[in-house]
């Protein structure tokens, strides 16, 4: 029995890193066959030629895109997933558990548990699975790593409320194209989502109790972790935005703020119908909310978006895992050796 809890999870790991592999393929190829005739070539090509046909094909596409937009699409992807680590700082700083746990172990973490869930979806599964494996090593209980999985979630949440009401008041006739509302109602749900933001932190306020369901206890959020929320959670969404806006040409960019609701909306979407990266449902609604961009440059630019935001972090984390699990094996028979 315990050489099985030994092997279990780095199997399970492996199998995570084998359908992240086939995402990442499966993806590329996506973006690759948007035309007939490409689509044909890649279904009668194999493995090696296929990946040749899919880097010409990208590396066209890219091609338009101005240096300056990929520098600054970069920095705004380092700046969202800095924000994605200070999710997990101050879920363990609501935990009172963030003694020897370094910044750089919480940012890798959190880096391969988002490159994962945002690409394989199901996020409080897979995600929830690294966080599980990291954290445990770290000394947290499963109960602890829950909380810290939803508080995580809720931040993410409430960035997304906090920043669409912003929106819907500021540029309320974004959501017209898909659904009739009048400025004035669009500008209520706007008013109504950021009161929701400031209930949320008057409940703090008042130290509300905890929920207790037997052995365990969920308390309110304090003061201290709601502020950091306020300016985490928003700082994620505004770099994931940022990618696509920096990647839109300038002449017929609609501005920063569209480009945000569009992308808060698409998003949303997304996770909502589980849709890995939002493939499909993220085109749609920015041609729709955004019908003067022509549709060529709206998916070179959702394209940047999926290699910088998904799909290179994707990569990257492959490796982490495996050299994660790697060390895990090595545990028992020397328990001094460090997780990474």
Not at 270 to 280: D, E, K, R, S, Y
Not at 300 to 329: C, D, G, M, N, T
């Amino acid at each position: 029995m315990k050489r099985f809890k030994d092997w279990f999870w780095p199997i399970v790991g492996l199998l995570a890193v084998i359908l992240s592999l086939k995402v990442l393929y499966d993806k590329l190829r996506g973006e690759a066959a948007t035309d007939a005739a490409t689509k044909a070539l890649l279904d009668n090509a194999g493995v090696l030629e296929s990946l040749a046909i899919i880097s010409r094909v990208i590396g066209q596409k890219l091609a338009v895109i101005p240096m300056q937009g990929y520098l600054l699409a970069a920095a705004a992807t380092l700046f969202a997933y800095w924000a994605l680590a200070w999710y997990d700082r101050i879920a363990l700083i609501h935990l009172n558990r963030t003694k020897g746990i370094s910044w750089l172990y919480i940012t890798i973490c959190s880096f391969t548990t988002y490159a994962i869930s945002h690409n394989i979806g199901a996020s409080v599964f897979s995600g929830g699975m690294v966080r599980y494996r990291a954290y445990t090593a770290k000394g947290l209980s499963a109960p602890e790593v829950a909380v810290l999985v939803a508080l995580c979630s809720f931040t993410f949440g409430f960035g997304t409320i906090l920043l669409g009401g912003l929106v819907l008041l500021y540029e309320p006739e974004i959501v017209q194209p898909l659904l009739p509302l009048s400025p004035l109602m669009t500008r209520l749900i706007g008013f109504g989502m950021l009161a929701f933001c400031l209930l949320y932190t008057i409940g703090s306020w008042l130290q509300l109790k905890p929920l207790v369901i037997r052995n365990f206890k969920l308390e309110y959020p304090g003061l201290h972790i709601v502020w950091r929320q306020w300016i985490a959670a928003p700082m994620e969404l505004l770099g994931a935005a940022g990618i696509i806006y920096f990647a839109l040409p300038g002449e017929s960019n609609p501005g920063f703020m569209i480009v945000l609701g569009a992308f808060l909306l698409s998003f949303s979407a997304g996770l909502l119908v589980q849709a890995p990266g939002g493939i499909g449902v993220m085109e749609v609604i920015f041609l729709k909310v955004m019908p003067g961009m022509p549709a060529t440059e709206v998916f070179a630019a959702l394209l940047v978006w999926r290699l910088l935001y998904l799909l290179i972090p994707l990569a990257i984390s492959i490796p982490v895992v495996l050299a994660f699990e790697k060390s895990q094996l090595r545990q028992p028979a020397d328990d001094t050796t460090p997780a990474p």
